[in-house]
């Protein structure tokens, strides 16, 4: 999915996560060993209007970018992901710099899609 796709058009992230925000949740105190990034976001359109597949997708998209660590376009890839004003697109880019494995799913609760991801180590 994102093979051939030059590091200066990530704008697709920004969109897909528009319309999501970051959140906190209860289960993340209970995580154990301590993950060394974490991110739970929740979508804040109800989930009727995003379509059921929305968070995996997002979730995919996540770990495919956190693979990208391992390449040389790392640096610019890392740039321009920090730099955006998504905070959820932000710290995807801060995940790039943490090594290793990038773990997530994607549920509903009420009726809002979630999806909580985390690196913890190898």
Not at 64 to 85: I, M
Request: charged share 25%; net charge neutral; no cysteine.
């Amino acid at each position: 999915m994102l093979r051939g796709v030059a590091t200066n058009s990530w704008g697709w992230l920004d969109e897909s996560f528009a319309d999501w925000t970051i959140t906190n949740s209860e289960e993340e105190s209970v995580v154990f060993p301590e993950p060394k990034w974490r991110l739970t976001a929740r979508s804040r359109q109800p989930k009727q209007s995003t379509g059921r597949e929305t968070g995996k997708h997002l979730l995919r998209a996540i770990q495919a970018v956190h693979r990208t660590r391992l390449s040389p376009t790392k640096p610019q890839l890392t740039n321009r992901l920090v730099r955006s004003e998504n905070p959820i697109v932000q710290a995807v880019g801060e995940s790039l710099g943490v090594e290793g494995y990038l773990q997530g799913q994607a549920f509903s609760r009420g009726e809002a899609d979630v999806l909580a991801a985390t690196v913890s180590e190898f």
